[in-house]
């Protein structure tokens, strides 16, 4: 169809538990596919595709910490979570001939690059997919803050937060049967109402920055796609 992108380029920010469904741990070929292919559909509309992709399908280090690990190792566990995430999905997508490329914030040569922001630059500009793996390489963060932290390194306009609700609501839908999608909000209104979207470390960046949010459900076929060209009935917008 006739589809036409609002963004040249755009960072896509995937939780670890979206690749694991409802299966509790690990990552489901059959959602990796899907992924893959709902990536593909505004790369081939000519949009440059980031992806960073969460670890929680695998390991989180608040978890580890609770139970008496050192956070900060268990923190290094969770962002090489994201990295074994990461070769999945881009291993996924070269499957169906898209050129990727896996950069991560804890140097691992063997495996992938390192995170060289003017080489991702480059990888994006020439059409190839750049996934950030080992979120932002520091403890205490998260892959959400990492997202929002390439987003603006690499000048994206907007970052996808695919999750498992098709947005933000006033309260729990899982809890409450009355909560209500809110369509627009703005960065103050997510930190002062608390709402779980992102953390609040996340949150800060992109208003400090101006960094336009929207939040929907990765499991909408063609959501992605939708969000890209600027289609507002999907999700909820936060800018
Ligand atoms: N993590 C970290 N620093 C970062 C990003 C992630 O230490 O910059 C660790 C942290 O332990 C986190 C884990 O990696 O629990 C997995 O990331 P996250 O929980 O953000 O994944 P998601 O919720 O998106 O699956």
Redesign the pocket.
């Known amino acids: 169809d006739t589809l036409e992108p609002r963004y040249k380029r755009i960072l896509l920010k995937l939780?670890?538990?979206a690749l694991m469904g409802d299966q509790g741990f690990g990552i489901r070929p059959d959602i990796l596919q899907y992924v893959a292919e709902e990536i593909r559909s505004i790369h081939d509309l000519g949009v440059e595709v980031a992806v960073v992709v969460?670890?929680?399908?695998i390991?989180?280090?608040?978890a580890a910490s609770s139970y008496g690990m050192d956070r900060a190792s268990?923190?290094h566990m969770?962002?090489l979570?994201?990295v074994i995430n990461s070769l999945a999905l881009q291993g996924t997508l070269e499957g169906k001939g898209l050129q990727t490329r896996v950069q991560s914030a804890i140097s691992m040569h063997e495996v992938c690059e390192p995170f060289i922001l003017r080489r991702a630059v480059r990888h994006l500009e020439k059409g190839r997919i750049v996934i950030f793996a080992a979120?932002?390489?520091?403890?205490?963060?998260?892959?959400?803050?990492?997202a929002v932290l390439r987003a603006q390194e690499i000048h994206a306009e907007i970052l996808l937060k695919a999750t498992k609700v098709n947005g933000v609501y006033d309260s729990d839908p899982e809890k409450n049967k009355d909560a209500k999608l809110i369509k627009k909000l703005t960065y103050m209104q997510v930190l002062e109402r608390q709402l779980q979207v992102m953390d609040m470390t996340a949150i800060s960046l992109a208003m400090d920055n101006g960094l336009p949010l929207s939040v929907f459900d990765l499991l909408g076929k063609g959501n992605i796609a939708r969000v890209v060209c600027g289609d507002e009935s999907i999700g909820t917008l936060i800018r």
């Open positions: 939780s670890g538990e969460g670890g929680g399908n390991f989180r280090g608040i268990a923190d969770g962002m979570a994201t979120g932002t390489g520091s403890p205490y963060f998260t892959t959400d803050t990492a």
